[in-house]
């Protein structure tokens, strides 16, 4: 598959499970993002990686953890989540960190804490 | 931060008509406004954009105006087609330490009837 893909699509976990989600791109990109879509709430950035460096970590609470080995992949380890974190995470990639550089996004994983 | 505000939340029209969506933003720093349509089930996309030093964009049948001094920018749909029927996001963008940092508008949802 080409663009950028997300594993699993769907997820449903319980307060005291770890989980990962997994983001990978296809397109050369070296940024990536994670962003969360709650209803009726606009995307929020969690986190920025440019080069596999962490360069925004937007207030995020700990339990989620980012990970980026190399400027391909992307994940988000979750652990002890609380209902309020259901919602579809959003993985996006772009060509560097310029302001007019398009993100180019995921599928999503709709995740559902317990 | 940058606080973007979108309305409507919903709008409906019928096939044929054309469609208007209005952002403001907070921040006079932001320099580029892009326009993600995000369908059911499916990614947001990159629809059109437009950067600080240009006040119009059309591509087609959308097109985007800015107006700097008023914060203000608008997305035009003319001859709607059911096929325009999806979320619409506006986005502001801001040069941070972190890069490019997107903040999103809450959505509208556009229906064309038949």
């Known amino acids: 598959e080409t663009g950028v893909t997300q594993t699993p699509r769907h997820l449903v976990m319980g307060m005291t499970n770890k989980k990962s989600l997994k983001c990978e791109q296809h397109?050369?990109?070296?940024?990536m993002y994670w962003y969360k879509q709650s209803a009726k709430k606009p995307l929020e950035l969690m986190f920025v990686?440019?080069?596999?460096?962490?360069?925004e970590n937007n207030s995020v609470p700990s339990r989620f953890s980012p990970e980026c080995p190399n400027s391909s992949h992307l994940f988000l380890h979750l652990h002890t989540l609380q209902p309020e974190d259901s919602a579809l995470y959003l993985c996006?990639?772009?060509?560097?960190?310029?302001?007019?550089?398009?993100?180019?996004f995921g599928p999503g994983t709709r995740l559902t804490v317990l | 931060g940058e606080n973007v505000e979108q309305h409507p939340s919903t709008l409906s029209v019928q096939e044929g008509d054309s469609a208007v969506i209005k952002c403001t933003y907070s921040?006079?720093?932001?320099?580029?406004f892009p326009w993600y349509k995000q369908e059911l089930g499916k990614r947001p996309q990159l629809i059109i954009d437009?950067?600080?030093?240009?006040g119009e964009k059309k591509d087609q049948r959308i097109a985007v105006t800015l107006n700097k001094t008023a914060k203000h920018f608008s997305l035009h749909i003319t001859e709607t087609q059911p096929e325009d029927s999806a979320v619409y996001f506006c986005?502001?963008?801001?040069?941070?330490?972190?890069?490019?940092?997107?903040?999103f508008g809450t959505g509208t949802q556009l229906k064309v009837e038949l």
């Open positions: 397109l050369g990109h070296n940024a």
């Open positions: 990686y440019s080069l596999e460096e962490r360069v």
């Open positions: 921040d006079s720093a932001s320099n580029y």
């Open positions: 437009i950067r600080s030093n240009v």
């Open positions: 996006a990639s772009s060509y560097g960190l310029a302001v007019y550089n398009e993100q180019f």
């Open positions: 986005a502001a963008s801001i040069l941070t330490g972190g890069g490019n940092k997107l903040t």
